[in-house]
């Protein structure tokens, strides 16, 4: 099966729902409550970016976004995404601090058409959103590492 940022986040959904149930009694900001829904959030932009959709709900309005050294306003947001591929995250880890959570992740973007693939890294912080219905990105800084068939 091909993992793409949209079946991830299904799995992740899915998953959550059982997790819920096993941890109501978690401290609302632990790792543990808040992994599947941060994981949700960054799946669902990195989807986005490769859509060149601006999923300007994930985002803060004063998200500072860096990718390969560039500032960023407009999708796509993270490094080596562009349309025209299939984007999914490879490996993320995950701390909560109070009431922000910073996520390093490694995610792969690959066009099969044009035989080009990119690996990018990303540092992603992320804070609860006012009225409490979720989480919002507030800073992503992005990079794509080099030999992958493509540069940014």
Same mark, same amino acid.
Request: aromatic share 6%; hydrophobic share 40%; net charge neutral.
């Given at each position: ?40 959030? @960054? ?13 300007? #709900?994930?985002w803060?309005p004063?998200?500072?976004v ?25 490996? #993320?880890r ?30 992603? @912080? ?27």
């Open positions: 099966m091909r993992w793409t940022a949209r079946s991830a986040a299904l799995l992740l959904t899915l998953a959550g729902c059982v997790h819920m149930r096993q941890s109501r009694s978690a401290a609302p900001y632990s790792p543990g409550v808040v992994e599947e829904p941060v994981s949700a959030v @960054l799946a669902a932009a990195l989807d986005a970016d490769q859509r060149l959709e601006r999923a300007d #709900s994930l803060d004063e998200a500072t860096v990718a390969n050294g560039e500032r960023r306003s407009a999708p796509p947001r993270f490094a080596g995404v562009e349309p025209g591929g299939e984007v999914a995250i490879s490996q #993320s995950l701390e909560v601090r109070q009431s922000l959570v910073w996520v390093y992740l490694e995610y792969r973007w690959l066009s099969l058409s044009s035989g080009v693939a990119r690996e990018g890294k990303a540092t992603v @912080l992320l804070t609860p959103r006012a009225d409490g219905s979720g989480w919002r990105i507030v800073h992503a800084h992005s990079s794509t590492t080099g030999g992958q068939g493509g540069s940014e």
